[in-house]
């Protein structure tokens, strides 16, 4: 009888606690960026202490150099949530194969039970790595030469279509509210340095890439950038409004609710590099981008 209402009191204990778990983990997982994001939830009753979120990229063949990712979490109270991300792609070593073995990310929070928690068994969730599912954007089909903007079109005009995605000219904003342009794009064929095949030209101006009839929404976009001088001009869903101004790899974080994470590597004459953007919760509808010297190929979504 003793043993029994001990018990008790402990589930009653136990059922006033925090409760982490995780939630609506999405991978994006390409040659050039290589990426998981997670939302963390406390769906306990007491406020939880900080802990740590592991980022596992589960292995076919195990690897000598472990893929791991490591993520510092404050403490969160009841109800509240917050987004980790986990940047593999500085990971892929020869020693792991460069992570072509990777079938799958498992995240685990509280891996070293730090926090007391009244269920443990929701504290883990593992998606697979996402193979070929992406539609691609490539610029390969369009004349070399073909211009968009000024002085033949206005802002705000479709000029572009493929599949469901549309794409329209904007105006581009110079940092710290000093102005806006209105040049042009080109088609162009892929230059030493950046792309396959045909490459985005831009010149002071931004695409508008509208995903909002694309059936299922999309969840995820990825696309490869050459940056060769000035800055870049960011917005998704409308936000930050008017639009971010600098550089892609310092764009703010979430932004129009969407995790967006750009890496750069640099060469002679600027740098490359890819950028994601990965919603967790709802769509990405717009995604508008642009540069002083950019360069795109390659805008893939699911």
């Known amino acids: 009888m003793k043993s029994r209402t001990l ?12 409760d982490l778990t995780v939630r609506n983990t999405q991978v994006v997982w390409t040659s050039d960026i290589k990426l998981a994001a997670a939302t963390i939830v406390n769906v306990g009753l007491r406020i939880s202490g900080p802990t740590m979120v592991y980022f596992d990229g589960d292995e076919n063949v195990v690897s000598t150099v472990r893929p791991q990712v490591v993520a510092d979490l404050e403490a969160l109270a009841p109800g509240q949530s917050v987004v980790r991300v986990a940047d593999f792609t500085a990971l892929a070593q020869p020693g792991n194969s460069l992570l072509s073995n990777v079938h799958a990310i498992t995240v685990r929070v509280d891996p070293k039970n730090l926090v007391r928690e009244s269920d443990k068994s929701d504290n883990v969730e593992q998606r697979p790595v996402p193979g070929g599912a992406y539609t691609c954007i490539d610029f390969n089909g ?77 969840k995820q976009v990825v696309l490869k950038y050459g940056d060769y001088g000035g800055f870049e001009n960011l917005a998704i869903n409308g936000t930050p409004s008017p639009i971010y101004a600098g550089e892609l790899v310092t764009a703010p974080s979430p932004m129009g609710g969407v995790i967006v994470v750009a890496n750069a590597a640099t060469f ?35």
Request: some cysteine; glycine content about 14%.
């Open 268 to 302: 002679a004459n600027g740098k490359r590099g890819a950028l994601a953007a990965v919603d967790l919760a709802g769509s990405i509808g717009h995604l508008r981008i642009g540069g002083q010297e950019l360069w795109i190929d390659d805008v893939c979504y699911r």
């Open 7 to 18: 018990s008790v009191l402990a589930l009653m204990l136990l059922a006033g606690c925090a």
């Open 142 to 218: 369009i004349p070399i030469g073909t211009r968009y903007g000024a002085p033949s079109q206005s802002p705000g005009g479709v000029v572009l279509t493929q599949g469901a995605v549309r794409m329209s000219v904007e105006a581009f904003s110079f940092m710290g509210g000093s102005g806006s342009a209105f040049n042009f794009a080109r088609v162009e064929a892929a230059l030493p340095a950046f792309g396959n095949g045909n490459v985005l030209h831009f010149a002071n101006i931004n695409f508008d890439f509208d995903f909002t009839a694309v059936i299922p929404a999309v």
